[in-house]
């Protein structure tokens, strides 16, 4: 653009601009940074104390590992705890505990904020805890989960598939349980919960479940 033909209005938001990006590289400081940054300071304050400072997760808690998860599935999850579709079942004692946390953050823009910051966290692969699961026969359930969370447990962002490999054993083998009862995945308006739901169905009993697990726990070490 040839400045020259540029008219006074142009000139002053030219100005401005620059004077943004200026004040932006003093303080060291672009705004998707700003974003995480302050996505730290409600992490540590609110999700930390259950979910870990790294959220490697706190067994104990029963809050599961979190780092790392992808930002759209992190923020998917929060919001349906903050609007009900999870964590409100009768027998979802931990989802209930889930749910009032989701509901200190005050608007959706501390959600996208603090779902920002868990997805630069590392994700912390935690050890396995369940014992008993044979892995061989596990892959041959995850021929049907494969469609969707993928050959590699890596999840699918198309499909709404969050990914399994690096979550704790323990939480997946909740979760699986939950959407075979009904208590996750049957409010009328979690459609994805919706389509897990006949998936866990297809795993006939919990050694089954623990087979499966096995075998995910295999994808995640290659
Ligand atoms: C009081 C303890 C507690 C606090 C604080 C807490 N959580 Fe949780 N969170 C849990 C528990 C327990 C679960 C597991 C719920 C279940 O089993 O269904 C959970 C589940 C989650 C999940 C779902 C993970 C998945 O793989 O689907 C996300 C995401 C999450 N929490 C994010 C957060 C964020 C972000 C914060 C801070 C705003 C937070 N949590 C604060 C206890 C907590
Ligand atoms: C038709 C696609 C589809 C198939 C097939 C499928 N899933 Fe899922 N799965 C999903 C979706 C979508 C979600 C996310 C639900 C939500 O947003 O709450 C999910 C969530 C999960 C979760 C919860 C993860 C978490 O972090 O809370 C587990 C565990 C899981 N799936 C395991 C499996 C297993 C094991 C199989 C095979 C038996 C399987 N899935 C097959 C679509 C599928």
């Not at 603090?114 to 041959?140: F, K, M």
């Not at 996750?184 to 919960?193: E, V």
Request: glycine share 12%; aromatic share 6%; with cysteine.
């Amino acid at each position: 653009m040839k400045l020259g033909i540029v008219g006074t209005a142009e000139r002053r938001v030219l100005s401005a601009a620059a004077l943004l990006v200026a004040a932006a590289f003093s303080t060291g400081c672009d705004p998707a940074e700003a974003r995480v940054h302050s996505g730290e300071t409600l992490f540590l304050n609110n999700c930390a104390p259950c979910h870990g400072a790294q959220g490697e997760g706190i067994a104990v808690a029963k809050a599961p590992a979190i780092g790392g998860l992808p930002e759209w599935y992190a923020k998917h999850q929060v919001e349906g705890f903050r609007d009900g579709l999870r964590g409100t079942h009768f027998d979802d004692i931990q989802g209930m505990r889930m749910r009032p946390m989701a509901l200190t953050l005050v608007s959706d823009d501390e959600v996208a904020k603090v779902s920002a910051y868990v997805a630069t966290l590392p994700r912390t692969n935690p050890a396995a805890q369940l014992q008993g699961g044979n892995a061989e026969a596990g892959a041959g359930y995850y021929g049907t989960c494969a469609a969707c969370h993928g050959a590699d447990g890596m999840g699918n962002e198309a499909l709404g598939a969050p990914p399994l490999v690096g979550a704790s054993d323990w939480y997946l083998r909740d979760q699986l349980e939950k959407f075979q009862t009904g208590v996750r995945g049957a409010h009328p308006k979690d459609s994805r919960g919706a389509q897990m739901a006949p998936m866990a169905k297809t795993l006939p009993d919990g050694q089954a479940i623990k087979d499966v697990l096995a075998h995910v726990a295999t994808l995640g070490k290659k």
